[in-house]
């Protein structure tokens, strides 16, 4: 799950940028009518979305949500399409043919699709095999798995009923012929009927909409494991669909306001009572090879265990370990990830390439950047540039400053445009810590990597920080600097997009920066040092502290860039 779709909320939540004057608060109104919201569509959300509903108009005086007359998903599709409701209900996936690109589809919870059967029938778990032979027919008595000498009422629902549609996805196939004896039903509400009228029964149905209805069929276990939402939230228990929301192209005012609460902690917290899952949105945030990949797997760990921890919000921080410094721009423009790590220079590109906002940056003893380094062993008997004429030279990667565009541009300060014809051998080490230590072992002549990662291995190697010389050091640079993807998908459209209304004499008194997601990172980053498990991240990281950063951080890059002879626009790693 991407977290483009939860900024969509946390962009809602600065509502006056939808008023003229931008001065109404949010939740609180004295009007003299009642704002109506027209929801429509699958009758299977309505339940939950009815609570909802009601508890947010407690909530919200002044606004009533109206529930049209059920129908099925492709009718609050159609509607929202249309603009006759506000928000369509659908509880299954949009098909492409009904992404038409004039609505957003908001993932609200998840619903367990569950087995169950007449109580008096005493089966308390199926095999998937089983289920499926039962529904195909190849089973007709209970007693073939372990009930009563009794034929099997097969209760089935019509193929255009969204919790058959899944079931075909996810259990019986598409080729699954149901038995010609199933009783056929048109509402899945039907179902709960039916199962506690009719003997010897069996059929599907919601979870949820069963918990909501306060009634307690025979919920069967499928393969030993039973439907709850533990062991839905890890992947034991796997028959499940969504319950969503589709917003159109203009939503009014009032129909964000019922989304931002809809996706809130108190309606979180009624859907889990009532047996549903809600959403939580991933943030991939993308680390890049400066050392090792498990020595950063052990770096930033932690931080992550924090930020899932202290957020507070409908969000999963994961880690992504990315092969290479060109691999975390590419991820970048095809949005895997959401945030990363950089060095200055995938900043740079990142930044002209593919859009990324600096957040903040880690500091040490008061220092916040590094520089480059060109290294050789002291007892080499190289001194300078002349000395690396016909030796092997090490370069981390051509997406690092350090490892890359500085000892080009060191070269070509010399008069060498083509450092490979001037040099013996090159290697490319893709990272600075094995630059550093095959210049210490003597396994290449010279190399160039960060200075901040020498500094580390001089730690627990104090001896190979002593018998290394230092050529030359570049400019200081941002270190290590916490990206967010700027051109992120969200849902605020017109009137709620980042642009705020412009008033007739031309001037705003709106923020410009609705960005929640940047504003509680920062945030979360900034307060490390306040907290023993912040100060525990911090000591993982190597820093005291992080400190804000702004694009003006990066002009030092981008002049190097500039001196090499290179255009961060078009360079190509």
């Known amino acids: 799950m991407t977290v483009w779709l939860w900024l969509f909320v ?27 919201i027209r929801v429509a569509g699958s009758e299977d959300v309505y339940p939950l979305a009815d609570i909802l509903a009601r508890q947010f108009e407690r909530n919200t005086p002044g606004y009533r949500v109206v529930l049209s007359p059920p129908t099925l998903s492709r009718g609050g599709i159609a509607e929202a399409a249309l603009g006759t409701a506000d928000i369509g209900l659908v509880s299954r996936p949009l098909k492409p043919e009904e992404d038409r690109g004039n609505t957003t589809f908001l993932h609200l919870a998840q619903d367990i699709v569950v087995f169950a059967t007449h109580p008096g029938v005493g089966v308390r778990n199926l095999s998937r095999q089983q289920l499926v032979d039962i529904y195909a027919g190849r089973i007709v008595n209970w007693k073939e798995v372990g009930g009563p000498d009794a034929a099997i009422t097969v209760l089935d629902l019509g193929d255009h009923v969204s919790l058959k549609m899944i079931l075909r996805q996810q259990l019986f196939g598409t080729a699954l012929v149901v038995t010609s004896s199933a009783v056929i039903l048109n509402r899945t509400q039907d179902v709960l009927v039916s199962l506690n009228a009719i003997e010897h029964s069996i059929g599907y149905l919601s979870l949820g909409n069963a918990t909501l209805e306060e009634t307690e069929p025979n919920v069967l276990q499928v393969d030993g494991v039973t439907p709850t939402l533990n062991n839905l939230q890890h992947g034991r228990y796997t028959f499940v669909r969504p319950f969503g929301l589709l917003i159109g192209s203009s939503p009014s005012r009032s129909a964000t306001l019922f989304v931002k609460f809809l996706t809130g902690e108190q309606a979180r917290r009624h859907m889990e009572l009532n047996g549903f899952l809600p959403i939580t949105m991933d943030l991939t945030v993308g680390v890049l090879p400066e050392q090792g990949l498990l020595a950063q797997q052990e770096r930033y760990g932690p931080l992550m265990e924090y930020l899932g921890q202290k957020l507070r919000l409908p969000l999963v921080p994961k880690l992504e370990l990315l092969p290479s410094y060109a691999a975390a721009i590419e991820a970048f423009k095809n949005g895997r990830i959401d945030a990363a790590f950089v060095g200055s220079l995938p900043f740079a590109l990142a930044r002209a390439q593919a859009g990324i906002e600096p957040l903040v940056r880690p500091e040490k003893d008061g220092v916040s950047t590094y520089r480059g380094l060109i290294v050789v062993r002291k007892d080499s008997g190289i001194t300078d540039w002349r000395g690396l004429k016909g030796k092997s030279f090490a370069f981390v990667d051509k997406s ?33 810590d094995l630059v550093f230590t095959k210049v210490y072992r003597g396994e290449l002549d010279a190399g160039a990597a960060k200075d901040l990662i020498l500094t580390e291995l001089a730690r627990s190697s104090p001896n190979l920080a002593e018998e290394l010389r230092v050529l030359d050091s570049s400019p200081p640079m941002p270190n290590n600097v916490f990206v967010l993807a700027s051109k992120r998908k969200s849902a605020c459209f017109d009137c709620h997009s980042m642009v705020p209304p412009v008033s007739k004499s031309g001037s705003s008194n709106v923020p410009r920066d609705p960005d929640e997601l940047k504003r509680v990172l920062t945030q979360a980053f900034l307060s490390l040092p306040e907290s023993p498990e912040g100060r525990q991240v911090l000591e993982a990281l190597g820093a005291d502290r992080f400190v804000e950063t702004t694009l003006d951080d990066l002009q030092p890059v981008n002049q190097l860039l500039r001196d090499a002879g290179f255009d961060p626009r078009n360079y190509q790693p």
């Open 10 to 36: 946390s962009l809602l939540g600065l509502l006056t940028a939808c008023s003229d004057s931008g001065s109404e608060p949010a939740n609180t109104f004295s009007r003299s009518r009642t704002e109506l």
């Open 400 to 432: 690092t400053t350090a490892g890359y565009i500085f000892p080009l541009l060191y070269f070509r300060r010399h008069g060498i445009t083509r450092p490979e014809d001037y040099l013996g051998s090159t290697v490319y080490t893709g990272s600075h």
